[in-house]
C-alpha cells in the first residue's frame, strides 16, 4: 500500500502543456500511485498536440479565462467522473509581445487578463467544483517563491502575489462548510516550455542554481512530489500555506562564490 493514500481516488489536474510541464509531472505521479487523472487543457489545438500523451485518458478542453467554459467544465467533471478528491490548478499567462517594461509601465489590459487567468480563475474553478468535491479534498496551485521582485518576470510576480492569497481566502471560505484544503507550491526557477518565453529567464535560471545550497538547479519533478504530497491525504493538516519548493536559493543571498564573482574579489 502506497504511503500517499492516493490510490483509487480521482484529481483534475489543469495545465498541461507538454513532458516538462509541472502538471504533467504531477499527473504522472499521481497515475503511478493509482490515482485516477482527469485532464483539462487550454484549447482543442493543445488537446490535439498532446493526443500521443493523453490517449486514452478523459481529457476536457476549458479556456479558464471564460467563466462558462469553467462552469461547464465543472458540471462535465462532476458528472463522468465525481466526487473529485483533488485539482491541481497549474495554469499562468502573460502577454509579453511588447517586451518587458517597468513594472509601472505595465498595461492595464494585459495585468487584468494575466490576473483573471493566472490567480482568479482559481476562485473560479473552486466555485464551480464546490459541489462536486469530497468533503475533504485538496485543491493545490502552482506559486513562484522569491524571484518575486525579478525584473524580467514583469507583473506575473505581484499577480502570483494574488494567486497565494486567494488559495488562503478560499481555505477560510470553504471552510464554513468543508474541510477542503487550498495550498500552493511556491516553486523556483524551472526549466519548462512556459519559463522560456520569459525574456531573459535563462540568465535568472543559472543564477538560481548557484544560489541553491547544492548547486544544482530545481527539478520540476521535485515541485511536482510537494503538490503531489499536498494533494495526498498525508496532509490533511496543512491547509492555506504557501510551501516553498526552491532548494534552499531563497536562504543564500550571500553565498561565498556568488559573492565573490558579483564583487570580482577573490
Given at each position: 500500500m502506497?504511503y ?5 481516488r ?7 502543456a507538454?513532458?516538462?510541464?509541472v ?5 504522472r ?5 493509482g490515482a485516477k ?6 484549447s482543442?489545438?493543445?488537446?490535439a498536440?498532446?493526443?500521443?500523451l493523453?490517449?486514452?485518458?478523459p481529457?476536457y ?6 467563466e462558462?467554459?469553467?462552469?461547464a467544465?465543472?458540471e462535465a467533471?462532476g458528472?463522468?467522473?465525481?466526487p473529485?478528491?483533488g ?8 502577454n509579453?509581445?511588447?517586451g518587458?517594461v517597468?513594472?509601472?509601465?505595465t498595461?492595464?489590459?494585459d495585468?487584468?487578463q494575466a490576473t ?10 473552486a466555485r464551480?467544483l464546490k459541489p462536486?468535491?469530497?468533503k ?6 502552482i506559486?513562484i ?6 525584473a524580467?518576470?514583469?507583473y ?17 471560505s470553504?471552510s464554513?462548510?468543508t ?12 526549466k ?6 520569459i525574456?531573459g529567464?535563462l540568465?535568472?535560471?543559472?543564477f538560481a542554481?548557484?544560489l ?8 520540476t519533478q521535485?515541485v511536482a512530489d510537494?503538490a503531489v ?6 496532509a490533511?493538516?496543512v491547509?492555506g500555506q504557501?510551501v ?9 543571498y550571500f ?6 564573482a558579483a564583487?570580482?574579489l577573490?
Amino acid at each position: 500500500m502506497s504511503y500517499l493514500g492516493v490510490a483509487g481516488r480521482t484529481y483534475l489536474v489543469t495545465g498541461v502543456a507538454n513532458r516538462k510541464s509541472v502538471a504533467w509531472h504531477v499527473a504522472r505521479t499521481l497515475e503511478q500511485e493509482g490515482a485516477k487523472v482527469v485532464y483539462s487543457v487550454r484549447s482543442e489545438a493543445r488537446k490535439a498536440s498532446l493526443d500521443k500523451l493523453l490517449a486514452g485518458k478523459p481529457t476536457y478542453v476549458c479556456d479558464l479565462e471564460r467563466e462558462a467554459e469553467t462552469k461547464a467544465l465543472a458540471e462535465a467533471v462532476g458528472r463522468d467522473h465525481g466526487p473529485i478528491d483533488g485539482v491541481l490548478h497549474s495554469v499562468a499567462f502573460a502577454n509579453y509581445s511588447k517586451g518587458i517594461v517597468p513594472f509601472h509601465e505595465t498595461d492595464r489590459a494585459d495585468f487584468l487578463q494575466a490576473t483573471a487567468i493566472s490567480a482568479f480563475s482559481l476562485v473560479e474553478l473552486a466555485r464551480a467544483l464546490k459541489p462536486h468535491l469530497r468533503k475533504d479534498a485538496s485543491v493545490v496551485a502552482i506559486g513562484i517563491s522569491s524571484q518575486v521582485t525579478a525584473a524580467n518576470y514583469g507583473y506575473m510576480s505581484p499577480i502570483k502575489a494574488a494567486l497565494e492569497s486567494c488559495a488562503r481566502f478560499l481555505a477560510k471560505s470553504f471552510s464554513r462548510d468543508t474541510e477542503v484544503r487550498f495550498n500552493t507550491v511556491n516553486a523556483g526557477p524551472l526549466k519548462t516550455s512556459a519559463s522560456a518565453g520569459i525574456p531573459g529567464y535563462l540568465e535568472n535560471y543559472l543564477f538560481a542554481e548557484k544560489l541553491t545550497f547544492r548547486r544544482r538547479a530545481l527539478e520540476t519533478q521535485e515541485v511536482a512530489d510537494a503538490a503531489v504530497w499536498l494533494l495526498s491525504p498525508r496532509a490533511s493538516g496543512v491547509n492555506g500555506q504557501g510551501v516553498v519548493v526552491n532548494a534552499g536559493m531563497d536562504l543564500n543571498y550571500f553565498d561565498e562564490d556568488v559573492v565573490k564573482a558579483a564583487t570580482r574579489l577573490g
